[in-house]
């Protein structure tokens, strides 16, 4: 994994590598500026009762120059390392977010929102976060090496003595990542079920408060963020010990160095300046090997992100495209349907469907709830893609489509509508660069240019999160208006308007056959006066297309479109009769 980061940012690494290297060497110097003025200028001075001008001034110079080479070393290296760990953080953040837009639907459907939101966030933040002192430690090596390549020339003994505290970082090491690794993957995991969580509370917040579960979501929410709590103290404590103990054993070696050289500075074996030098070299060692710790003390969480952003990376099912590209001017598409199954797991949704549209016409997709009409809308403009049979527009098969070239002939108006927190205009345009008379143009076919020129700011009115100002009627207007303004050739409406007045729905479908840009339309419907105004009816039971003509043609030779449409009207009837009660309820206690 720090190879990666290596070879994905080669040239911040050399800078930030450089910089610590030269930290590392100008850090020695330093040891023999000080064992020079020790020699040259202390015991002198001591011994003679005072101190030369010149050897002073040429003390102070030296330290200046070492410590300015320092300062330098010090900014390369933390700016290098800076930039490095961000450069890497948002470039992994693009990759993850760039693959979910290329896996399918059925990829996302396996995977909860939250785990998706931790692993373009925390997972890619924990991957790189050992970045920062990585090339630190990198650096340091340098120190570690020649220090102790210095300690060996100037007295093996006391860099014998002072090496025993290596194998005891290694043991430390070696029992640190083996009790973090468990704890880090169970803290990530945790991250991302607290974030679905929250996810769900929130996108839920309706039914969570209609329903009067808050106290069940925070119990719900409160169990999970206390486990990661716990888990985060126990990676606390282990942390806890691994620090301080890795601080301590330079130190360690320092005292065993002072105690051993002091004994032979005595014995006349080394002289004092060399005992000054060695013990500042092994207080030294204290920097490569803190720097080590923390780049070690942060791979268990690294490598756990790591693998969770590699397993989005990685993951299989992506959509496969052509070259093939569509004239978006065209005119109304031709769509046809071959032989389409598509299966959820082992549960079969489509089987073997087919049936053609000619350009321009309008086909209602009917049958019963689970019947597979949503899944078959969503296998036409290829959110889905079947598991055999293909989905053709003017001959083309849709899979041999150039990436993005289907979005400019197709849209699709799904049952369930999101709006942004955003004005009316930029949830129509999504940001395409559309003049203002366009959308008035697709809200008019929508029917709902009459409400949005009544909002206090007309098409600069924000409608809120997920349009919460507006009625779930004008909300499916918006998103129908959203779809039109791009005049698609080819427009599928999976139950886009069941919030519409039948009045109103009956216009909007008048409109986009009437139309200046008129697209063949499939729509998914349940009324029957919706239905009447297809062209023709395709009637779907258990995956199947088991019957298809029009409207009349299937009461007369269907049964089971008969009884469903008899039992869409009884209930919308009923409705009617329930909505005129609560009326006349009303009406009385208001007139009492």
């Known amino acids: 994994m720090l190879w990666v980061a290596v070879q994905e940012q080669p040239r911040i690494f050399a800078v930030a590598t450089v910089?610590?290297?030269?930290?590392?060497?100008?850090?020695?110097?330093?040891?023999y500026v000080f064992g020079a003025i020790t020699k040259e200028v202390i015991v002198p001075s001591i011994r003679d009762g005072e101190a030369g001008r010149a050897s002073l001034a040429v003390a102070f110079v030296a330290i200046m120059v070492t410590a300015v080479l320092k300062v330098v070393g010090i900014i390369a290296r933390r700016l290098g390392a800076g930039i490095m760990q961000y450069r890497l953080q948002a470039t992994y953040r693009r990759r993850v977010t760039r693959r979910y837009l290329e896996l399918p639907l059925s990829w996302h459907q396996e995977h909860p929102t939250g785990e998706l939101l931790s692993n373009a966030n925390s997972d890619v933040e924990a991957t790189w976060y050992p970045i920062a002192p990585f090339p630190f430690a990198v650096g340091v090596i340098v120190m570690l090496v020649t220090t102790l390549g210095l300690l060996l020339?100037?007295?093996?003994?006391?860099?014998?003595?002072?090496?025993?505290?290596?194998?005891?970082?290694?043991?430390?090491?070696?029992?640190?990542?083996?009790?973090?690794?468990?704890?880090?993957?169970?803290?990530?995991?945790?991250?991302?079920?607290?974030?679905?969580?929250?996810?769900?509370?929130?996108?839920?917040?309706?039914?969570?408060?209609?329903?009067?579960?808050?106290?069940?979501?925070t119990d719900r929410f409160r169990a999970r963020s206390e486990e990661l709590r716990d888990v985060m103290t126990a990676v606390g404590r282990v942390r806890g010990t691994f620090d301080p103990v890795m601080e301590a054993l330079p130190v360690v070696g320092v005292l065993a160095v002072l105690l051993a050289g002091t004994s032979r500075v005595g014995s006349g074996d080394i002289s004092p300046d060399q005992l000054v030098r060695v013990a500042y070299l092994f207080t030294l060692l204290a920097f490569p090997v803190r720097a080590i710790g923390w780049v070690l003390n942060e791979l268990p969480r690294s490598v756990v992100g790591w693998d969770r952003v590699q397993r989005v990376l990685q993951a299989t099912g992506a959509q496969e495209h052509g070259a093939a590209v569509l004239d978006p001017d065209g005119g109304p598409t031709s769509l046809s349907v071959e032989a389409v199954s598509f299966a959820y797991g082992?549960?079969?949704?489509?089987?073997?469907?087919?049936?053609?549209?000619?350009?321009?016409?309008?086909?209602?997709?009917?049958?019963?709830?689970?019947?597979?009409?949503?899944?078959?809308?969503?296998?036409?403009?290829?959110?889905?893609?079947?598991?055999t049979g293909r989905v053709?527009?003017?001959?083309?098969?849709?899979?041999?489509?150039?990436?993005?070239?289907?979005?400019?002939?197709?849209?699709?108006?799904?049952?369930?509508?999101?709006?942004?927190?955003?004005?009316?205009?930029?949830?129509?345009?999504?940001?395409?660069?559309?003049?203002?008379?366009?959308?008035?143009?697709?809200?008019?076919?929508?029917?709902?240019?009459?409400?949005?020129?009544a909002l206090p700011d007309a098409l600069d009115t924000v409608v809120g999160e997920r349009g919460t100002t507006l009625s779930g009627g004008q909300r499916q207007r918006l998103a129908l208006a959203r779809a039109v303004v791009r005049r698609p050739r080819l427009l599928v409406l999976d139950d886009a308007t069941s919030s519409v007045?039948?009045?109103?729905?009956?216009?909007?479908?008048?409109?986009?056959?009437?139309?200046?840009?008129?697209?063949?339309?499939?729509?998914?419907?349940?009324?029957?006066?919706?239905?009447?105004?297809?062209?023709?009816?395709?009637?779907?039971?258990?995956?199947?297309?088991?019957?298809?003509?029009?409207?009349?043609?299937?009461?007369?030779?269907?049964?089971?479109?008969?009884?469903?449409?008899?039992?869409?009207?009884?209930?919308?009837?009923?409705?009617?009769?329930?909505?005129?009660?609560?009326?006349?309820?009303?009406?009385?206690?208001?007139?009492?």
Do not use: C
């Not at 704890?183 to 990530?188: F, I």
């Not at 109103?504 to 008048?510: F, G, K, P, S, T």
């Not at 009884?563 to 009837?573: G, I």
């Open 153 to 217: 020339v100037t007295d093996p003994v006391l860099a014998l003595v002072g090496s025993i505290v290596f194998p005891a970082i290694a043991v430390l090491t070696v029992v640190y990542s083996r009790r973090m690794s468990p704890l880090m993957t169970r803290a990530q995991q945790l991250r991302g079920e607290v974030s679905g969580i929250a996810h769900e509370s929130f996108d839920g917040a309706l039914v969570v408060k209609t329903l009067g579960r808050e106290r069940d979501e």
């Open 346 to 387: 082992d549960a079969d949704v489509l089987r073997e469907v087919a049936f053609d549209v000619r350009p321009g016409r309008t086909v209602a997709l009917v049958g019963q709830t689970g019947s597979g009409k949503s899944t078959l809308a969503s296998v036409l403009v290829r959110l889905l893609d079947p598991d």
């Open 19 to 31: 910089g610590s290297a030269l930290f590392a060497l100008t850090t020695i110097g330093q040891a």
């Open 501 to 592: 007045d039948p009045q109103v729905e009956q216009r909007i479908l008048a409109g986009l056959r009437e139309s200046g840009s008129a697209s063949t339309v499939v729509v998914v419907a349940y009324r029957r006066a919706t239905i009447a105004m297809a062209d023709e009816v395709v009637f779907v039971e258990d995956g199947r297309v088991s019957a298809r003509g029009t409207h009349d043609e299937l009461l007369q030779t269907s049964a089971g479109y008969q009884d469903l449409v008899h039992a869409y009207e009884r209930a919308e009837a009923q409705r009617a009769e329930d909505v005129r009660d609560a009326l006349a309820a009303a009406e009385s206690e208001v007139t009492a």
């Open 392 to 453: 053709v527009y003017d001959d083309v098969d849709v899979r041999t489509l150039a990436p993005g070239a289907l979005s400019e002939v197709a849209s699709l108006v799904p049952q369930s509508t999101f709006l942004f927190d955003d004005t009316v205009r930029g949830n129509v345009t999504l940001g395409a660069d559309l003049p203002d008379a366009d959308v008035w143009a697709a809200l008019r076919t929508a029917q709902a240019d009459g409400f949005v020129a």
